[in-house]
């Protein structure tokens, strides 16, 4: 159980176009998501958190008008690199937890690894 | 500023042998501490985890140890294998009230590599 799948799990793409990469749980309902990003062998940095229905809270740094967070419904959240640049190359790693208290640990997607040419 | 540090960087151990990793914190207000086990390519993978009012606790050859008045906590992994060959992070959580959620503040993770 409490599997999370993100898509595409890698994409190239030419710089200035936007890039959309979608979270999923998939056999429960996460009220909450969080956006990470991690550069090779490096740690996870929290760029976001979502929860659903209402707008994301961006972490100290990160651009919100350059990566657009959604979380429309109890199951999908998506994020949009927009006008993605060579330095936005990077892995992106999506996590869900339901409820959002208490121990319930997060569930980690096996992320999306995009390359901005 | 990193508010959990890990160490060592990376650890070679050899197959049967004991890995041991340590973190360590600054902040008071962390409530919750997992491990994640992490392979290329793929996503962090809870491993254990902890509250501050526990000093050790045990899943199979996976232990972790807690120190509260230290700020310390490890990760014990017995009788390593081969196939434990990854990258293991330690996180803390703390309460986000700007965002009204937890959120995890992640080690900068350890490279383990269990010879044969």
């Known amino acids: 159980g409490a599997v999370v799948s993100q898509h595409p799990s890698w994409v190239i793409c030419k710089s200035g176009t936007s890039v959309k990469i979608e979270c999923r749980s998939l056999?429960?309902?996460?009220?909450?998501m969080f956006w990470y990003r991690q550069f090779p062998k490096q740690s996870l940095m929290l760029m976001a958190t979502?929860?659903?229905?209402?707008?994301?809270?961006?972490e100290q740094g990160v651009e919100k008008d350059k990566f657009l967070i959604n979380h429309a419904s109890l199951t999908l959240s998506t994020l949009t690199v927009t006008s993605a640049h060579p330095e936005d190359s990077s892995f992106y790693i999506c996590?869900?937890?339901?409820?959002?208290?208490?121990?319930?640990?997060?569930?980690f997607g096996d992320g999306t690894r995009l390359s901005i040419l | 500023q990193q508010q959990v540090k890990q160490s060592p960087q990376s650890l070679i151990v050899q197959k049967g042998g004991i890995s041991i990793i340590n973190c360590a914190y600054e902040?008071?207000?962390?409530?919750?501490f997992p491990w994640y086990q992490q392979f290329p390519g793929k996503g962090p993978a809870l491993l254990i985890a902890?509250?501050?009012?526990?000093s050790e606790k045990k899943e199979g050859r996976f232990t972790i140890s807690f120190n509260k008045s230290a700020k310390q906590f490890s990760l014990h992994i017995m009788d390593s294998q081969p196939g434990d060959s990854a990258t293991y992070f330690c996180?803390?959580?703390?309460?986000?009230?700007?965002?009204?959620?937890?959120?995890?503040?992640f080690g900068k993770g350890t490279l383990l590599t269990v010879n044969p």
């Open positions: 996590s869900a937890r339901d409820p959002p208290w208490g121990d319930q640990p997060q569930h």
């Open positions: 996180a803390a959580r703390v309460f986000n009230s700007g965002g009204s959620n937890y959120k995890l503040t």
């Open positions: 902040n008071t207000a962390f409530d919750y």
């Open positions: 902890i509250r501050p009012d526990v």
């Open positions: 056999d429960f309902q996460a009220t909450t």
């Open positions: 979502s929860n659903e229905g209402s707008k994301a809270t961006y």
